[in-house]
């Protein structure tokens, strides 16, 4: 529940501080003192926007800060706030600063955090009705689960079994997916492996030949040019033609002159020696220039051939993008996959009967769950209705929307959303389209007194849901906020004093002057304010009649079982 409430500088606000208790708490008093100033700041830390003209003339930036105590059970607040890092203790601390500069900063027990996760966490706190709607029960998605838990005692058997169903069912398809989802993908799947494996296995690739075959094709290109070449040279260094000597034969010849001059000079034997090494080393180079010339004679088709050969090679790196390396992987990578298909095929088979089974069994769940649903709302149809014409809304329709789904979700085979009607003969339509302020909140206030024991938010704002509403409608209202504070905290503004006579706490808000600027003030009221506070919401008067009416309006007072 909400314990305390700090404002500064915000609004008419200067500086204010609020306590607040549990049961049904209300704040009165004239129009425009700031009751709904005080709504809305409480709005603010609850992830409302914000903007600098909230910030009181002449200052720089507003403050509000709000202490909560949420329910010590409270899984779903528990697990956002893990989620988003922030510690679930005993008071959750929320505060908001909005400076003219435009910056704006939200803190959640000391720790700054995104608005998203301010307006998240307050919607587990607090719901607000009225002028400054934050209202948990206009989300559609949350119909359901209130439908649920209103119908708990007749749906949790079958609920439970579905869930289960739907989860065994949930698991079983991750494992399928995991080997492929139907046989007929998995046939597919199968045969593109294989085909793959083979089509590259039995192009036999090798890096080695097809570098060889670029080079025989570039040699093949030039083979004119190349033969010419080795020709001229072979004849020069080794066999010599009619009209020129051979290098050789130049060489030996002169290394022969230089042998003979040994006798003369002896150091003429190395010149002599380098010469025969030279020769030797080109008479070895002649012989393999021979038989190049032998490697370089080929055959019409070989051309034809070779570029068939690579033409392979270009479809196979065209159509795989990848080197022969990487497609030489991929064929081992298709042999493992295809390996390890054929495996689980026995696997997938069972798996695909199982699945075929547990969601035969889910729907048939799930359609019992919805026939119970359907019944649940027809219920709660009744009992709304009856405390809506408690509530002044005579004629007035509600019901709840079935709109079902081929695919199953967690939560069933369908979507509800509760509807409402104001007046007979008109089309009921949904909660979010209701126009009226003060419809709206005895609509909210109907559902939230039947749905007191399923609804976990500790505390709920009413701003003026009196608004358009007397006499015996006033009083019912009244009786059922009552009603309602003995589950949940209830903060009311409010101008009645029928509601105010019922609460169990009333702050009475007021403006003053100091320093010729205005301010807003607020004074809990004891018993004995409370009777000339009440008196003058009765008439404006404080005569003795009035102020005895008000004191029996006071008697009416319920205890609440504090939480």
């Known amino acids: 529940m909400l314990l305390y ?16 208790f549990p049961g ?9 003192a700031g009751k709904s100033i005080l709504i809305g700041a409480l709005g603010l830390v609850l992830g409302d926007r914000a903007s600098s003209e909230q910030v009181r003339s002449g200052c720089q930036q507003a403050f509000i800060e709000a202490v909560f105590s949420p329910p010590r059970d409270y899984p779903a607040l528990e697990k956002l706030m893990a989620d988003n890092g922030l510690p679930f203790e005993e008071e959750i601390v929320v505060s908001r600063e909005i400076s003219l500069s435009g910056r704006n900063l939200c803190r959640i027990n000391g720790r700054v955090v995104p608005l998203i996760t301010l307006k998240e966490v307050g919607s587990f706190l607090v719901d607000m009705h009225g002028q400054h709607s934050h209202q948990s029960l206009l989300r559609t998605e949350q119909h359901l689960f209130l439908l649920d838990e209103f119908g708990k005692s007749e749906l949790s058997q079958i609920k439970n079994q579905y869930e289960q169903l739907f989860s065994r069912w949930k698991d079983s398809q991750k494992k399928l997916q995991s080997l492929g989802k139907n046989s007929a993908e998995r046939k597919n799947k199968l045969e ?29 290109d030039n083979l004119e040019k190349m033969l010419h070449i080795v020709q001229r040279a072979y004849t020069e260094i080794y066999s010599g033609s009619e009209n020129a ?7 030996n010849k002169t290394a022969d002159d230089f042998a003979s001059l040994q006798k003369i000079d002896p150091a003429m034997e190395k010149f002599a020696n380098v010469l025969n090494e030279v020769s030797a080393n080109l008479s070895e180079l002649g012989h393999e220039l021979y038989n190049y010339q032998d490697s370089l004679n080929y055959y019409p088709e070989e051309r034809t051939e070779i570029e068939s050969r690579l033409e392979i090679y270009r479809h196979l790196k065209r159509k795989y993008r990848a080197t022969v390396g990487e497609i030489l992987l991929l064929a081992e990578k298709c042999r493992k996959e295809a390996e390890k298909l054929q495996a689980n095929e026995d696997e997938a088979l069972f798996l695909e009967k199982e699945c075929s089974e547990l969601e035969l069994k889910a729907r048939k769940a799930a359609e019992k769950l919805s026939e119970i649903r359907r019944a649940t709302a027809q219920n709660l149809k009744m009992q709304v209705e009856n405390v809506l014409k408690d509530l002044g809304i005579v004629g007035g329709t509600f019901s709840a929307a079935f709109k079902t789904r081929e695919a199953l979700t967690d939560t069933g085979s369908e979507e509800v959303e509760f509807l409402f009607s104001a007046n007979p003969g008109e089309d009921p339509k949904p909660l979010a389209k209701i126009i009226s302020a003060g419809e709206m909140a005895r609509v909210m206030l109907a559902l939230k007194s039947i749905l007191a024991e399923q609804d976990r938010i500790p505390t709920l704002v009413f701003d003026e849901i009196d608004s358009g509403i007397g006499g015996k409608t006033i009083q019912c209202v009244a009786n059922k906020m009552a009603e309602l504070s003995r589950k949940h905290q209830i903060i009311c503004v409010t101008h009645s004093p029928h509601i ?4 169990n706490h009333q702050y009475h808000l007021f403006k003053e002057v100091q320093k010729g600027r205005s301010a807003t ?16 919401m009765l008439d404006g ?23």
């Open 541 to 563: 008067s404080n005569s003795e009649i009035t102020r005895k009416h008000a004191a029996e309006l006071l008697k009416r007072r319920i205890n609440p079982e504090l939480f």
């Open 24 to 32: 049904f708490n209300v704040l009165t008093g004239e129009t425009g």
């Open 192 to 220: 593109l492996l294989l085909y793959q494996y083979q089509e590259i296995t039995e192009a036999s690739l090798s890096e080695k030949e097809e570098n060889d075959l670029n080079r025989r094709l570039s040699i093949l």
């Open 521 to 536: 003030r607020v004074k809990y009221l004891n018993d004995e304010d409370r009777v000339l506070e009440i008196a003058r």
């Open 245 to 251: 000597a051979s290098i050789i034969d130049i060489l």
């Open 500 to 503: 105010a006579g019922l609460a």
């Open 5 to 20: 409430l700090h404002l500064k500088n915000y609004a008419l606000v200067d500086n204010l501080s609020l306590e607040f």
